[in-house]
Nanobody, 121 residues
Framework: QVLLVESGGGLVQPGGSLRLSCAAS????????MGWYRQAPGKQRELVAS???????DYADSRKGRFTISRDNAKNTVYLQMNSLEPEDTAVYYC???????????????WGQGTQVTVSS
C-alpha cells in the first residue's frame, strides 16, 4: 500500500520553478508534521522544509526565501513551491509524514518513494 504519493518533479532550467505535491493516504488515523527531504547523488538525505499540523514551518537555511512549504489538512496534502532553482537543487525529493495508522499506534515516520528534480540548462 502506497501511503504517500508525490508528484510534480521534473526537469527545469536554472532560475525556474516547480511545485511538488504529496498526498497522504486517507487510511492514516492522524498526521502530525509533514515535510520534504532531498538526497543528491553521493550525499546524505537532508531536510528541505517541514510543517506542523497547525502550520508552523521550518526551513533549511539555504532554502529560506526560495522554497515555501504549505499543507491542506482537508486533503492530507503537503506542497513545496520551489523558486529560483539552482543546479545544486538537483536531487530526489522525498515526502515525509509523522503519523499514526490507528488510534493506538505510536507516532512514526512514513516516506514517499521520491520524485526526481533536475535543474539544468
Amino acid at each position: 500500500q502506497v501511503l504517500l504519493v508525490e508528484s510534480g518533479g521534473g526537469l527545469v532550467q536554472p532560475g525556474g520553478s516547480l511545485r511538488l505535491s504529496c498526498a497522504a493516504s486517507r487510511s492514516f488515523f492522524s498526521i502530525d508534521a509533514m515535510g520534504w527531504y532531498r538526497q543528491a547523488p553521493g550525499k546524505q538525505r537532508e531536510l528541505v522544509a517541514s510543517i506542523t499540523a497547525d502550520g508552523n514551518t521550518d526551513y533549511a537555511d539555504s532554502r529560506k526565501g526560495r522554497f515555501t512549504i504549505s499543507r491542506d489538512n482537508a486533503k492530507n496534502t503537503v506542497y513545496l513551491q520551489m523558486n529560483s532553482l539552482e543546479p545544486e537543487d538537483t536531487a530526489v525529493y522525498y515526502c515525509n509524514a509523522e503519523a499514526r495508522s490507528t488510534a493506538l499506534s505510536f507516532l512514526r515516520a512514513y516516506w514517499g518513494q521520491g520524485t526526481q528534480v533536475t535543474v539544468s540548462s
